[in-house]
């Protein structure tokens, strides 16, 4: 990711998130700047006029950081909100959010509706289906905000909450939830147009241990729902750090904070009656650069034949996701329009976005991981030793040897050298493209265990002729 090509508030965002978390690459900072804009723009039902079929599209993002435990998701959403949102999010949930839903209440008094209207929160999480259409309505019958979810582990959310999941993608171009047939509420209703935003980590150990989880991920790729998201990968390595240095970084997020506060007054002076429902539309320049990243995809698509199911749904709506995110830009930027500058910022992000999930569907069936990983042994290993492999979880004590026995055909297959000997019930594997070494390794086992076979029987001989 260029830097010298990101919108210049993300920027600014992301690197003072980064100044106070040593530890947050690039990627996950503007992440999470990204995603607290589209917040923001969800509040004010800000929607882009993509000229795509479906009208006006809600502003909005969904974002999938790929990341691993520690890497500072939650306190970064905290500081960001610190440091940029606070004023704006505080003036919605006590000024104008009560307002609008006041109003909504009286007009629904009068029709005899004495259905409550929820409080306004600037995120939901751990929400259930029906607890996410409830908080909906209420924004609906409101007219002002917008559906923010964040979900700490998406692996658990495509498994345990798939219905709620599938639920959410729905309404990412058009904002329009479907009505739902298992509801029993006689007055639900349907939302159109609300805007919903998600924002979620998932950690690739967990997505990629060859599990159910690691299935149901690979095919909501598949199924084309990974052209909504915008991925980021957490590829970083954490640096050792000393109490000084966690010092410094608290200090300077209490300076950070002071030095933001015309940024944020900016922020909230952006929530106001005029910019309630605002439709941004493209100038020329920005038509243009939406209609090159357009055909540019489909003509990827066409010179690279047998590419995966999710990488060409990508490739060919990457427009639109970039539209989304300019959208967002453009609103920070006060502006009435989309320019050619800001879909030149969005497609940096979305750029990086589609290298990122093009190296996801790489990723192998778990015996050809496998396979790899014996090739790069040095010595011969056990089924014990491949529990502690990432990709394998540590409970599949017997399960591994079915992985084992794929592996073992793959090999065949590949005119790959497998050995397998067994020395006191254990069996030990090794794979090599070449024998020499092998067999010495494996004679030196042999030997081992011969020598321990003869020990045994001297004994055993010795004590018979004394005894």
């Not at 006041?102 to 004495?114: M, P, V, Y």
């Amino acid at each position: 990711m260029n830097e010298d090509k990101l919108n210049p508030l993300v920027l600014k965002m992301a690197r003072d998130l980064m100044s106070v978390r040593s530890s947050l690459p690039l990627s996950v900072a503007v992440s999470v700047a990204n995603y607290k804009m589209a917040n923001i723009c969800s509040q004010m039902r800000i929607k882009v006029d993509t000229k795509s079929g479906y009208g006006s599209s809600p502003a909005n993002i969904y974002s999938l950081v790929l990341a691993g435990s520690g890497a500072g998701k939650n306190s970064s959403a905290g500081l960001i909100d610190r440091f940029y949102f606070k004023e704006a999010f505080d003036y919605m949930e006590k000024d104008v959010y009560p307002k609008y839903k006041q109003r909504a209440i009286d007009k629904l008094l009068k029709e005899g509706d004495e259905r409550p209207l929820h409080s306004w929160v600037d995120k939901l999480s751990n929400a259930t289906s029906s607890g996410l259409f409830a908080y909906a309505e209420s924004y609906q019958l409101a007219e002002v905000g917008g559906i923010n979810l964040e979900i700490d582990e998406i692996g658990n959310a495509i498994i345990s909450k798939a219905e709620l999941f599938e639920i959410l993608l729905t309404p990412y171009d058009t904002g329009d939830f479907p009505p739902v047939a298992k509801r029993t509420d006689s007055n639900s209703m349907s939302i159109s147009g609300m805007p919903v935003n998600l924002y979620s980590f998932g950690n690739k150990v967990r997505l990629f241990e060859g599990d159910a989880t690691e299935i149901a991920f690979m095919r909501l790729l598949a199924e084309g729902y990974g052209r909504r998201f915008i991925f980021a990968d957490d590829t970083s390595l954490p640096e050792r750090r000393t109490a000084d240095d966690v010092i410094r970084e608290m200090d300077l997020g209490e300076q950070i904070a002071d030095k933001r506060a015309t940024d944020r007054f900016y922020i909230k002076s952006l929530i106001n009656r005029d910019n309630l429902n605002k439709v941004l539309t493209f100038d020329r320049g920005a038509f243009i650069e939406y209609a090159t990243i357009k055909a540019n995809g489909d003509n990827y698509i066409l010179d690279h034949r047998g590419l995966p199911e999710a990488v060409k749904s990508d490739m060919s709506e990457r427009n639109f996701k970039t539209a989304k995110l300019a959208g967002i830009y453009a609103f920070f930027d006060s502006s009435d329009v989309i320019t050619k500058e800001h879909m030149s910022q969005a497609f940096e992000v979305v750029q990086e976005s589609s290298k990122v999930l093009s190296e996801l569907v790489k990723v192998k069936p778990l015996h050809e991981r496998l396979l790899d990983k014996l090739l790069a042994e040095e010595k011969p290993v056990t089924s014990q030793h491949m529990l502690s492999y990432p990709f394998i979880p540590s409970s599949w004590s017997k399960k591994v040897l079915e992985i084992v026995d794929l592996a073992k055909q793959l090999s065949s297959e590949k005119g790959l050298i497998w050995d397998e000997k067994i020395r006191s019930t254990v069996t030990y594997y090794r794979v090599t493209k070449s024998s020499p070494e092998i067999e010495e390794e494996l004679d030196e086992i042999d030997n081992l265990e011969r020598k321990e076979k003869l020990s045994s029987e001297q004994e055993a001989l010795l004590e018979l002729l004394y005894n």
